[in-house]
RNA sequence: AGCCGAAGCAAGACUUUA
């Protein structure tokens, strides 16, 4: 039985949730009476690959067969529907549960999760006060999920309290609560506060790992103090433990918008040193940096390099190629370069166009700008109120009032706020 | 009873008078 399921388990692991489930009902399900554990990983298997409809007609044989679901069949269930973002269908979920198989402490985290995710903060806050209540103990997992939720919905201040509320109770945090907590802080400009958090970790025994270094070299670059980041990779390096490819991407970015592309090439070649292949971030922010210097010959031969090398230049990419071409009135080759993007399969998304208006509105081509504003709403794509500004602004410039007016009255329509 | 489920970091468009 074990043998089965470590055979199944490897199935699953390696995305043979198929095979998986063949050796499970057609030769297991023959010899020994079946098991949640079992059915859990090959649910798991399915639900991994986006199908959630033969994972859940699984659950149901499960329970056809008198397999008592437990805690980690929520779990599994629950990552999906989390994966899918359907938050309404994994609260269903949880209430159709009978009592007898509860949820744990891991199920209780993804649902978190999830509802941070959706959006739902008020809900996921009461769901953590819920399993605290059913004497559920949160644990470093739990914690992280709710400080990083409240961060990123904007509520720092809640993140510190219950990053506090985790240390009272007792839970011994690791390196992920940490890096969640620093990361809220610098995202929400309290920088000297997240230093203060990286210093007290170390005397904390629990020692920065290059994540939490990584988090913290950005929160520099991205307050624009580039020596403090490069000093502090420094340090990383000398403690051991090594930057990553993302360590290097954030002190290069930072580099580049301060217009130093120049100190960010060598990084490169450094990263290169070290055994790191640049990736698509790490093109994205030198052709920025390159933009941004108005150098786009430069920034054109960034591309060029990246396509020999493999890389697959996405909307990032190719968005900043044509903006910082039209930029610099170099209108056809702007052109040239969104139409090779379309060609080679890599779709405009609602940035590219956005980009596209207010280039034409900065050239005065107020008629190109609108018509690619209704392309963009005919197609369902959201523009940002940035757009619609770009386009009120324009239209003022010409000194077509009433123009504008219908550009703000298609954002009032579009249920756009005001910036 | 064999370790089936949960958490963290980076790139693109508006607004600048020098």
Known sequence: RFTYNALILALVRGGREKEARRVMEQEMLGTFPPEAFTYNAVIQGFCDKGDLTTGFKLLE????????????????????????????????YVKSIDSSSEMD??????????????????????????????????NAVTYATVVDGLCKAGRVDRGLKAFEQMLDSGCVPNPHCYTVMIDGLCKARKLEKAIELFEKMAKQDCSPDAVTYTTLVDGFCKA?????????????????????????????????????????????????????????FVYGSLINGFRLAGRMDE????????????????????????DGLSTVGRMAESQAYFEA???????????????IINQFCKHGNMEAAWSV???????????????????MDGFYRLGKVDRAEQVYKTMAKQGCKPT
């Open 224 to 280: 624009g103090r580039l020596g403090e980041a490069r000093k502090l990779v420094n340090l990383m390096i000398q403690k051991g433990k090594d930057p990553t490819v993302v360590t290097y991407g954030c002190l290069i970015d930072g580099f580049c918008k301060k217009c130093r592309v120049d100190e960010a090439l060598p990084m490169v070649k450094e990263m290169e040193s070290r055994g790191l292949k640049p990736n698509v």
């Open 341 to 355: 993007m379309v060609n080679n399969g890599c779709v405009p998304d609602a940035v590219t166009y956005g980009t």
């Open 105 to 138: 402490v891991v199920s209780y985290s993804t649902l978190i999760k999830l509802l941070f995710k959706a959006r739902r903060v008020t809900q996921a806050c009461n769901l953590f006060d819920e399993m605290v209540k059913l004497g559920c103990k949160p």
């Open 373 to 391: 504003l209704n392309m963009m709403l005919k197609s369902g794509m959201k523009p940002e109120a940035l757009v619609y500004n770009s386009l």
């Open 299 to 322: 920034a054109c031969n960034m591309l060029t390099e990246m396509n020999s090398r493999g890389l697959r230049p996405n909307a990032f990419i190719y968005t900043t190629i044509v």
């Open 61 to 92: 044989d499960m329970k056809s067969k008198g397999v008592q679901t437990n805690a980690t069949t929520h779990g599994v269930i629950l990552k999906a529907l989390c994966q899918k973002g359907d938050a309404d269908k994994a609260l269903a």
